[in-house]
């Protein structure tokens, strides 16, 4: 499996954006990039995903780099409810299972 | 609409001990996913199952076995528990296979194993 590399943790101040970056070095043409979060005590929810052009949804945007060794996944108004762990996952279109790294911890400040 | 349930959500067990625990996937969804989450760890894939059949199947042992039902609910059994089985366990639903389909997680059964 194509791995990804996140930081451990990052901080917010509420109300301002967060970028969470990811780096997969090694994706493959047919890898999709996906994005889930696990807030405290809850299983895993998905936040979005895209192959190759930035994607846009009510929760969050995904840009990915035109060589799509890294991405970025953004909250443009972070808020405390946004304090969660995020991962980032490549799947392939197979609907293969998702391989989780340990994420990236968010924390929210008020 | 329910999402994903599982039961129960704390269970408490000895070495040795048998357990079950219990998903009823979303409603739609015909496929069910298991994961073993340990403290400070992502989610581990153990295996899936669609049309009452295991399909694929991550690296755990012969001691983790499953079952789908025709109403698409599934079971996961572990036997002859060990401390280390002791583990958040997920399960995850997704709709009729496509491409890229979500999942859908249930909340977790928290297992202690003593």
């Known amino acids: 499996d194509a791995k990804t590399t996140q930081p451990n943790s990052m901080e917010s101040n509420e109300e301002e954006p967060v970028h969470l970056p990811c780096n997969h070095s090694?994706?493959?043409?047919?890898?999709?990039i996906h994005w889930y979060r696990q807030l405290p005590s809850q299983g895993p929810e998905y936040v979005i995903h895209?192959?190759?052009s930035n994607v846009n949804n009510r929760m969050a945007s995904l840009a990915i780099a035109e060589d799509r060794k890294s991405s970025t996944l953004i909250l443009h108004r972070a808020t405390l409810r946004d304090a969660a762990v995020y991962y980032c996952?490549?799947?392939?279109?197979?609907?293969?299972?998702?391989?989780f790294g340990k994420g990236t911890r968010l924390s929210v400040i008020a | 609409d329910a999402g994903v349930t599982q039961s129960p959500t704390h269970l408490i067990k000895t070495r040795g001990q048998q357990v079950t625990l219990r998903c009823s996937p979303k409603?739609?969804?015909?496929?069910v996913s298991w994961y073993q989450q340990a403290l400070g760890q992502g989610p581990q894939f153990i295996f899936q199952?669609?049309?009452?059949?295991?399909?694929q199947r991550g690296n755990f042992p012969d001691r983790f076995s499953g079952h789908q039902f025709p109403n698409y609910s599934s079971e996961l059994n572990v036997n002859a528990l060990l401390l280390g089985d002791s583990a958040l366990y997920l399960c995850?639903?997704?709709?009729?296979?496509?491409?890229?389909?979500?999942?859908?997680f249930g909340s977790g059964t928290q297992l202690s194993v003593l």
């Open positions: 995850a639903s997704s709709a009729p296979s496509g491409v890229n389909e979500k999942l859908f």
């Open positions: 090694t994706i493959s043409g047919t890898d999709y």
């Open positions: 895209g192959l190759t």
């Open positions: 996952i490549l799947r392939d279109e197979g609907n293969t299972p998702l391989v």
């Open positions: 409603s739609g969804h015909d496929t």
């Open positions: 199952y669609y049309e009452e059949e295991e399909r």
